[in-house]
């Protein structure tokens, strides 16, 4: 009787508090208390959440008396200064959450399970902000304000994909979902799960009928019973926990033209048809699952028919411009908003496959906090429902602790203060050091919003140079960080000198591209940056060796290893000679980039087999014109060339190079004149310079979408 009395009372403040203000929520409430007394609303599940918060409460504080489990007792009889803190279960609740609060009493209603745990650490936070007898230095800031007010989450899929957010039960935390807990099958791994055992049927009749094992038939039968198969030995039909599954071809422009898969509509180039059927069954076979597919490749265009509930689509945000404003002005963001319109009227819910990193340096701090926030409010705007936030994933990133806080507060509220946020978080997590952190990542942040120019989201350091990075001031933050490590102790020291070992490898990539500033430095003159200073950066980067996850700089081929060994082959090897340094060489050919490259065809420096970033001058063009005055190599007898060869990345040996001496053909040069060994391909020829003023090279690309990456144009 009590609670139904309470259930009526609820109502009725909740309908006269919405008259009477008009919006969800008012001034912060004060949770302070004597004692807090934990109770639960109506047993249906309610009382194991009053029970967590009753223990987790319990264990931040040395007085236990404190925290109480308020059962079988009346709630109008409440010691004075004590107060009620009731939960509530609701699956059938309108919004994610709902906070009612009184003078003795706040009532706590979620939707979910997942969504009960974060509250409750919410509510711990923010008790132990206003009551010092609880401890909780080891939690992230809370996020929201115990007034009374009811919210749902701008975005119902939050994932931030920073390795902070893959270790366990950080995610419940900060109210997030995960690729390793929430799905089962993820990318493009049907092919794992089906394929063991199968037969011909569920691969793809292409070309006239040929079966291509690289492809699945969608209409398959077999396919389908596998896939049942899977999904009910793994994961169950989800009444006890709902998963999600995503189904797509496998990464080619191969699609099946069996007879049936024809009928239902495919044609060469668009899938769509047979897997958004193929769909359908999952979805009406397994109702409490979820299932969704991308527009990607084959499957880009949008089904003709509305798909069922428990499904959606993921749609990559690739094209667009990273870290900046989005406006409908912008032909990239035009075209992805015809995209979203186009699936909106056939999917129930879309996601976005987002990105958050430069994949092609990890450990380069990139401010992506505040255009992410632009960037979400625009997404928000257009009726997007989830988030999968690419990042740096496994891999250990500068900062990814703060970003990964701070992005998945962004996916709950759009709106939230990123600048306060932030500080809160790295005064928690670096007491001592916070102002250092924070003065420099917020500057970071600030300084990139005042550009219009997006970071690259596969570049290298000239890349970063070029749009957000100033390595002046990373120097400074560099040099403090040095200083500020041997004044901590404890966990703090720890992640500082795990973060500045990160940094150590941005600092060796400044010298490496800035090698004529005082930055720098130069491979047979080391006047600027002494040998003793590099010697230190790379043992600094050596310490990598201590932490499981700091192993790689980049997303493909980045071993800190690697990367390590070339420095110390670099730095102890033989090197070599090239009387062409010093000389300008001029691009006669149409640039690729808004700033002048040229300098690395002769600047000493040899490019790193492993990284086309690093050291190379690379073009996509078809033909590529160098030329340069040769007085001060009039006597030289070779000229020697080296390419990288990286299949997997498309770079190759060009298909032709020719010589031209004033204007006149001398030389031409073809791929079999090329020496291949251990990814690099040479070239050396016999020249005459006496009677030339200007040597010109043409270097013709093979055909197709290939690069190429020359390294020096060597000459002696």
């Known amino acids: 009787m009590l609670i139904s009395m309470w259930h009526f009372n609820f109502y009725k403040s909740i309908v006269f508090l919405f008259m009477w203000v008009g919006s969800f929520s008012w001034a912060n409430s004060n949770l302070k208390a004597k004692v807090y007394l934990i109770n639960a609303i109506e047993e249906n599940g309610s009382e194991k959440w009053a029970a967590y918060a009753y223990s987790h409460l319990l264990k931040r504080s040395q007085d236990k008396s404190i925290v109480q489990f308020w059962e079988n007792k009346p709630l109008d009889k409440v010691p004075q200064g004590n107060r009620i803190i009731q939960f509530h279960l609701a699956t059938d609740l309108d919004h994610d959450y709902c906070i009612e609060d009184f003078p003795n009493r706040t009532i706590i209603r979620f939707q979910s399970e997942k969504i009960a745990v974060w509250i409750i650490y919410q509510l711990i936070d923010v008790i132990a902000q206003e009551d010092n007898r609880f401890s909780v230095s080891d939690l992230p800031p809370s996020i929201i304000k115990f007034n009374t ?40 791994n049907l092919g794992n799960v089906v394929t063991h055992g199968a037969n011909k049927d569920i691969y793809a009749r292409v070309e006239g009928g040929r079966i291509s094992t690289e492809q699945f038939c969608f209409s398959s039968t077999t396919l389908k019973n596998s896939t049942y198969e899977y999904i009910i030995d793994q994961f169950g039909d989800g009444t006890s926990f709902s998963y999600r599954f995503m189904i797509m071809p496998q990464d080619n422009d191969l699609v099946c033209t069996c007879d049936n898969c024809v009928t239902i509509g495919n044609t060469t180039n668009n899938a769509t048809p047979a897997v958004t059927r193929f769909i359908d069954k999952l979805a009406q076979r397994f109702p409490q699952h979820y299932f969704y597919t991308s527009a990607y490749r084959t499957t880009i265009e949008p089904p003709k028919h509305k798909l069922p509930r428990n499904t959606g689509v993921f749609i990559s945000t690739v094209e667009l411009p990273r870290g900046i404003s989005l406006n409908e002005e912008q032909p990239a963001t035009k075209k992805f908003i015809s995209q979203l319109r186009l699936w909106e009227e056939k999917s129930p819910a879309i996601y ?119 390595s002046d001031h990373f120097v400074d933050f560099y040099n403090n960080l040095k200083v500020a490590i041997p004044k901590t102790y404890g966990i703090e020291k720890d992640k500082l000198n795990k973060l500045y070992t990160a940094l150590s490898f941005t ?65 102890f090897g033989k090197g070599y000679k090239n009387l062409l340094k010093g ?6 050919s149409k640039s690729e980039r808004d700033y002048d490259e040229t300098y690395l065809l002769n600047d000493g420096l040899p490019g790193f087999t492993t990284d086309y970033q690093q050291g190379w001058y690379i ?13 001060e190599v009039q006597k030289a007898k070779t000229i020697k060339l080296r390419f990288l060869v990286l299949k997997k990345h498309r770079f190759y040996p060009p298909e032709k190079i020719e010589l031209y001496s004033d204007g006149k053909l001398i030389k031409t040069y073809t791929e079999r004149h090329f020496t291949i060994h251990k990814g690099i391909a040479e070239c050396e020829m016999d ?14 690309k093979s055909i197709g979408r290939n690069t190429i990456a020359l390294d020096e144009i060597e000459i002696n």
């Open 149 to 188: 007010e009811c919210r749902n989450f701008d975005f119902s899929y939050r994932e931030p994909h920073f390795l902070p957010n893959l270790e366990r039960d950080y995610g419940s935390i900060i109210g997030t979902n995960n690729v390793d807990t929430d799905w089962g099958l993820w990318g493009h």
């Open 352 to 470: 976005l496959w987002d990105y958050a990193a430069n994949f092609d340096d990890y450990l380069t701090p990139v401010p992506v906090l505040l255009g992410l926030q632009n960037q979400l409010r625009f997404f928000k705007k257009h009726n997007v429902k989830g988030i999968f936030l690419n990042a740096s994933g496994y891999d250990y990133s500068s900062f990814d602790d703060l970003k990964t806080f701070i992005s998945a507060a962004l996916m709950m509220d759009v709106e939230i203060d990123v600048a306060r946020l932030s500080r809160r978080f790295l005064q928690r997590n670096y007491p001592r050091n916070h102002q250092l952190l924070t003065k420099y990542y917020l500057e970071i942040e600030e300084n990139f919003q005042t550009s219009s120019k997006a970071y690259p989201m596969y570049g290298g350091m000239r890349d970063n140079l070029n749009t957000h990075f100033d």
């Open 619 to 631: 073009s996509s063009t078809d033909s590529t014109h160098f030329s340069f005055r040769t007085q």
């Open 687 to 700: 020249i005459d310079l006496l009677e030339t003023e200007k040597l010109t090279l043409r270097i013709k």
């Open 583 to 588: 000389t300008a060489i001029e691009l006669v």
């Open 507 to 571: 600092r060796l990539q400044i010298a490496y591209a800035r090698q004529n500033s005082e930055l720098g430095f130069h491979l047979n003159n080391r006047k600027t940056t002494t040998r003793q200073e590099l010697e230190e950066w790379i043992l600094i980067l050596k310490n990598h060796e201590k932490y499981t996850d700091l192993n790689n700089y980049r997303e493909v081929d980045g071993s800190l290893k690697t990367y390590y060994d070339t420095w110390q082959n670099l730095l």
